[in-house]
């Protein structure tokens, strides 16, 4: 379970016009405020990557050797997060994943998770039906995948900084309850039943991920065929307005490095073109 949550956690204006978007490719962005000193930085991340693919380059080690503090979006160190994890997984309304597919799908589910993950749904059964997205990215991925937010945790262990999220556990989770549970559940279903196209798909995203091109790694997560399409104002842009406030504060408080998923930096509505908007300056930090 410990595992299998785990999954889930790296899974779950000033004058400026539209114009500020990002047109630069990188994943890497100094943020300056003229109030202060020291930069902060802004990073982008896949939460889950086999580690062939994996990398961390000297110029994000320096970024972060330069900061205080790491903010990602939830406080990975914090010993908490497994117990609020339990508390908020399970669907509202006595809901239950029965209800939500029919028998043959169910079926198929079952036996799915009992030959690839070893556990039958009897475990996931009153859970949020996308907390069945963790343990099914090791079938798409074919490897035992890496974190990015795990090493940005041992980074600042070594350094001594601190661990901040900009979203509380019981925050991420219940974004979940605002997304219907059986838009989830097909979710489920469908990259099941495209395992092929789902690991293209991936594929095709770390490429960009790795070319650092963050507009289109937005524009394909936003059109992907394997998400819950017509929640990208829920999970993406009102996170991102609900983040710049937090990001100004701890700018404030002292330097940081955030890490936040890739996702979340590029388009009109991203974080970038957001703290722009803002009055920062955000300049890429270039390989």
Request: glycine share 6%; net charge neutral.
């Amino acid at each position: 379970m410990k595992r299998i949550l785990l999954g889930l956690a790296f899974c779950l204006h000033a004058v400026f016009s539209s114009a500020q978007a990002p047109k630069e490719n990188a994943l890497l962005w100094e943020i300056s405020a003229p109030d202060q000193k020291k930069p902060s930085y802004l990073f982008g991340t896949i939460h889950l990557i086999c580690p062939a693919d994996f990398s961390l380059n000297d110029s994000v080690k320096t970024a972060v050797a330069r900061t205080q503090q790491i903010a990602l979006e939830m406080d990975m160190d914090d010993p908490g997060m497994m117990m609020a994890m339990m508390k908020t997984m399970n669907m509202t309304g006595g809901n239950e994943l029965k209800k939500l597919v029919s028998e043959s799908d169910y079926a198929k589910l079952d036996q799915f998770y009992r030959d690839s993950v070893g556990v039958g749904l009897a475990m996931f059964e009153k859970a949020k039906p996308f907390i069945l997205m963790g343990p099914l990215f090791n079938s798409v991925l074919a490897c035992q995948p890496q974190s990015y937010e795990t090493a940005f945790v041992e980074l600042a262990g070594q350094q001594q900084s601190e661990v901040v999220g900009l979203e509380t556990v019981e925050e991420q989770m219940a974004l979940f309850d605002s997304v219907p549970y059986k838009d989830q559940a097909e979710m489920v279903l469908a990259m099941i039943n495209n395992l092929p196209a789902a690991r293209k798909e991936f594929r095709d995203l770390v490429d960009l991920y790795k070319s650092e091109k963050i507009n289109a790694l937005y524009t394909m997560t936003t059109n992907s065929n394997f998400d819950l399409s017509g929640s990208e104002e829920l999970l993406l842009q009102d996170r991102n307005r609900k983040w710049i406030p937090k990001i100004k504060s701890k700018i404030a408080e002292k330097p940081t490095f955030f890490a936040v998923g890739a996702a979340h930096l590029g388009g009109e509505s991203g974080v970038i073109a957001l703290l722009r908007k803002a009055g920062y300056k955000v300049r890429p930090v270039l390989k």
